[in-house]
T-cell receptor, first 114, second 115 residues
Framework: SAVISQKPSRDICQRGTSLTIQCQVD?????MFWYRQQPGQSLTLIAT?????????ESGFVIDKFPISRPNLTFSTLTVSNMSPEDSSIYLC???????????FGEGSRLTVL | AQSVAQPEDQVNVAEGNPLTVKCTYS??????LFWYVQYPNRGLQFLLK??????LVKGSYGFEAEFNKSQTSFHLKKPSALVSDSALYFC?????????????FGQGTELSVKP
């Protein structure tokens, strides 16, 4: 399994600001995934980040709101732009095997927007 | 389209008793099935998976799950529950034939084990 580090672990932000979440993996991976877990809810995939190409966004998520960078095979960032209280969630970075599909998750970044 | 259902929002068991957390799935192709656990203020931890082979799969912390194709179920079980098993459990599925297919998670089941 991979070791995944996320920063920040939690933050409290003001409405209208933006926050960038970092995800560092201890090994090279082709695909990195960003999930959102709203309070009391399940995980929803935001986008898939491939190194060297644009991220692929799921229905309901757009690049202007959630820009993603993937500069190399061990690192990715997710920015939550122009935040509103509805963006208060846990944001989770994950990596996984293409063949077997299991994902390994970071500890998550707990974001509260006031 | 893929989907996962966890019919119980919460399961309560007494310590030492067996526990079952239910999961049913729908997938057009070959199901790859997973269970994850989330402790408070933590990320998700992988528990076990079914890809192929024996229908009964064993995983971390003494958990096991049984794949039942006819009932499209993948219930999580443990013979003797511990208080430390109290956590949020997620079932997930992906279409094994689709190598790029995403992992779909159920709504989660809160397991509470009382002493």
């Amino acid at each position: 399994s991979a070791v995944i580090s996320q920063k920040p672990s939690r933050d409290i932000c003001q409405r209208g600001t933006s926050l960038t979440i970092q995800c560092q993996v201890d090994s090279q991976v082709t695909m990195m995934f960003w999930y959102r877990q709203q309070p009391g809810q399940s995980l929803t995939l935001i986008a898939t980040a491939n190194q060297g190409s644009e991220a692929t966004y799921e229905s309901g998520f757009v690049i202007d709101k959630f820009p993603i960078s993937r500069p190399n095979l061990t690192f990715s960032t997710l920015t939550v732009s122009n935040m509103s209280p509805e963006d208060s969630s846990i944001y989770l970075c994950s990596v996984g095997g293409l063949n077997t599909g299991e994902l390994f998750f970071g500890e998550g970044s707990r974001l509260t927007v006031l | 389209a893929q989907s996962v259902a966890q019919p119980e929002d919460q399961v309560n068991v007494a310590e030492g008793n067996p526990l079952t957390v239910k999961c049913t799935y729908s997938v057009s192709g070959n199901p790859y099935l997973f269970w994850y656990v989330q402790y408070p203020n933590r990320g998700l931890q992988f528990l076990l998976k079914y890809i192929t082979g024996d229908n009964l799969v064993k995983g971390s912390y003494g958990f096991e799950a049984e794949f039942n194709k006819s009932q499209t179920s993948f219930h999580l079980k443990k013979p003797s529950a511990l208080v430390s098993d109290s956590a949020l459990y997620f079932c997930a599925v992906r279409d094994g034939y689709n190598q790029g297919g995403k992992l779909i998670f159920g709504q989660g089941t809160e397991l509470s084990v009382k002493p």
